[in-house]
C-alpha cells in the first residue's frame, strides 16, 4: 500500500497521521512518503494545470493522508493528478463531501457516509508494560478555551504528590507553559519525589514511550489531545481544572469523557472518587480497520 502522508510542520497534526500509518502498517504492508505541504495558491495552480511537481518520481498513492487546514488542498490537488483515496483527520476547511474520507471528533459532530467520527483526535500512542511506583503530569498552558492561573495548577500538583507517597512523579510542560512556571515547579519537592521535564529537553518519541509506562497519568484540562493520548495510552488519568472559558466544542467532548468515567476530576478525586484506568482507547486501530474495509483495493 501507497501512502502519500502530507505534514505541516505541527507536531500535533502530523502525530494524527502517524497513528493512523502505523496502524495501517500493522495490517498490511505500507509504503509511506511524507510530502511538505506546499501554499493552498501552489496547490490550486497545480490542480489547474493538472501537475503536481513534489509527487513526481514517487509510485502513485492507494492513500493520501494530511490533518491540518494547510494539507486540506494539496490533499485534493494530488488525488486529481494521481488517483487515490483522500483521507482528511479533522474537520475539514473545505466541503466535506470532496474528500473520500473524513475522520473527526465526535465533539465536532459532523455526519455523512464518508464521516469516522472517533474519540478525540488519533495519535500514535499505545500501552506497554507499566511501571508501578510512577506517574505523569501533563501540563499545558493559556489558551484561548480556558482561564489559565499557574498557582491553582501548582497547588493542585502539589496536593497530589503529598497524597501519593509512594509514586515517583515526573511532570512535563509544553511549548504553551508559561515562562517560570518548571522551575517554580522543580521547587516543589526537594526531595527528588517530583522531576520535571521541559520539551526542548525531549524529542517527540519520548512522551508516547512515557505514557506506554506510566500507569498513572494528571492533565491539565486544557491539554486535550493529551488528554485522549494519555486514554490511549491506558493510563488511569485524572484530570488538573482550569477554568473553561464558554463552552467550547473541545470543553464539551472533556465533559463527556468524564459523564462517561474515562476521566476523573481532580475535585471528584478530592471527594474519594478513585482514579482507575479503563480499556485503553484504539482508535487509530479502529479507524485504520474501517480505512481498509472501505477501500481492500489499497491492500491489494
Same mark, same amino acid.
Given at each position: 500500500?501507497?501512502? &502519500?502522508?502530507?505534514?505541516?510542520?505541527?507536531?500535533?497534526? $502530523?502525530? #494524527?497521521?502517524?497513528?493512523?500509518?502505523?496502524?495501517?502498517?500493522?495490517?498490511?504492508?505500507?509504503?509511506?512518503?511524507?510530502?511538505?505541504?506546499?501554499?493552498?495558491?501552489?496547490?490550486?495552480?497545480? &490542480?489547474?494545470?493538472?501537475?503536481?511537481?513534489?509527487?513526481?518520481?514517487?509510485?502513485?498513492?492507494?492513500?493520501?493522508?494530511?490533518?491540518?487546514?494547510?494539507?486540506?488542498?494539496?490533499?485534493?490537488?494530488?488525488?486529481?493528478?494521481?488517483?487515490?483515496?483522500?483521507?482528511?483527520?479533522?474537520?475539514?476547511?473545505?466541503?466535506?463531501? &470532496?474528500?473520500?474520507?473524513?475522520?473527526?471528533?465526535?465533539?465536532?459532530?459532523?455526519?455523512?457516509?464518508?464521516?469516522?467520527?472517533?474519540?478525540?483526535?488519533?495519535?500514535?500512542?499505545?500501552?506497554?508494560?507499566?511501571?508501578?511506583?510512577?506517574?505523569?503530569?501533563?501540563?499545558?498552558?493559556?489558551?484561548?478555551?480556558?482561564?489559565?492561573?499557574?498557582?491553582? =495548577?501548582?497547588?493542585?500538583?502539589? $496536593?497530589?504528590?503529598?497524597?501519593? !507517597?509512594?509514586?515517583?512523579?515526573?511532570?512535563?510542560?509544553?511549548?504553551?507553559?508559561?515562562?517560570?512556571?518548571?522551575? =517554580?515547579?522543580?521547587?516543589?519537592?526537594?526531595?527528588?519525589?517530583?522531576?520535571?521535564?521541559?520539551?526542548?529537553?525531549?524529542?517527540?518519541?519520548?512522551? !508516547?514511550?512515557?505514557?506506554?509506562?506510566?500507569?498513572?497519568?494528571?492533565?491539565?484540562?486544557?491539554?486535550?489531545?493529551?488528554?485522549?493520548?494519555?486514554?490511549?495510552?491506558?493510563?488511569?488519568?485524572?484530570?488538573?481544572?482550569? !477554568?473553561?472559558?464558554?463552552?467550547?466544542?473541545? #470543553?464539551?467532548?472533556?465533559?463527556?469523557?468524564?459523564?462517561?468515567?474515562?476521566?476523573?476530576?481532580?475535585?471528584? &478525586?478530592?471527594?474519594?472518587?478513585?482514579?482507575?484506568?479503563?480499556?485503553?482507547?484504539? $482508535?487509530?486501530?479502529?479507524?485504520?480497520? $474501517?480505512?481498509?474495509?472501505?477501500?481492500?483495493?489499497?491492500?491489494?
Amino acid at each position: 500500500m501507497i501512502v &502519500w502522508r502530507f505534514v505541516d510542520g505541527r507536531r500535533g497534526h $502530523e502525530n #494524527q497521521t502517524r497513528g493512523l500509518v502505523q496502524a495501517l502498517a500493522a495490517r498490511c504492508p505500507t509504503e509511506v512518503h511524507d510530502l511538505d505541504a506546499p501554499s493552498s495558491r501552489q496547490a490550486v495552480a497545480w &490542480w489547474m494545470i493538472g501537475r503536481f511537481p513534489p509527487g513526481e518520481g514517487l509510485p502513485s498513492p492507494d492513500l493520501i493522508l494530511g490533518a491540518g487546514h494547510a494539507t486540506h488542498l494539496p490533499m485534493l490537488a494530488a488525488r486529481r493528478v494521481r488517483g487515490g483515496r483522500a483521507v482528511v483527520l479533522m474537520k475539514p476547511s473545505l466541503p466535506v463531501r &470532496w474528500f473520500d474520507l473524513v475522520v473527526a471528533p465526535r465533539h465536532d459532530a459532523l455526519t455523512g457516509p464518508n464521516v469516522i467520527r472517533t474519540l478525540g483526535a488519533l495519535n500514535p500512542v499505545r500501552p506497554g508494560e507499566k511501571q508501578a511506583g510512577t506517574g505523569l503530569l501533563l501540563v499545558g498552558g493559556p489558551s484561548r478555551h480556558v482561564e489559565w492561573h499557574s498557582e491553582a =495548577v501548582l497547588d493542585q500538583v502539589r $496536593e497530589i504528590v503529598r497524597a501519593t !507517597p509512594g509514586t515517583q512523579w515526573r511532570l512535563v510542560t509544553s511549548r504553551r507553559t508559561p515562562p517560570g512556571f518548571a522551575a =517554580v515547579a522543580r521547587a516543589l519537592f526537594p526531595d527528588g519525589r517530583l522531576e520535571v521535564v521541559e520539551p526542548h529537553a525531549v524529542d517527540a518519541d519520548w512522551l !508516547p514511550a512515557a505514557l506506554a509506562a506510566a500507569p498513572v497519568a494528571w492533565v491539565t484540562a486544557d491539554s486535550v489531545s493529551m488528554l485522549y493520548e494519555s486514554l490511549s495510552a491506558g493510563a488511569a488519568t485524572g484530570l488538573v481544572e482550569v !477554568p473553561a472559558r464558554g463552552r467550547s466544542r473541545l #470543553q464539551q467532548g472533556v465533559a463527556d469523557l468524564m459523564r462517561e468515567g474515562r476521566v476523573i476530576s481532580f475535585s471528584a &478525586w478530592r471527594a474519594g472518587v478513585p482514579l482507575q484506568p479503563g480499556p485503553p482507547l484504539a $482508535e487509530a486501530d479502529r479507524v485504520a480497520g $474501517e480505512v481498509l474495509r472501505r477501500y481492500p483495493e489499497a491492500c491489494a
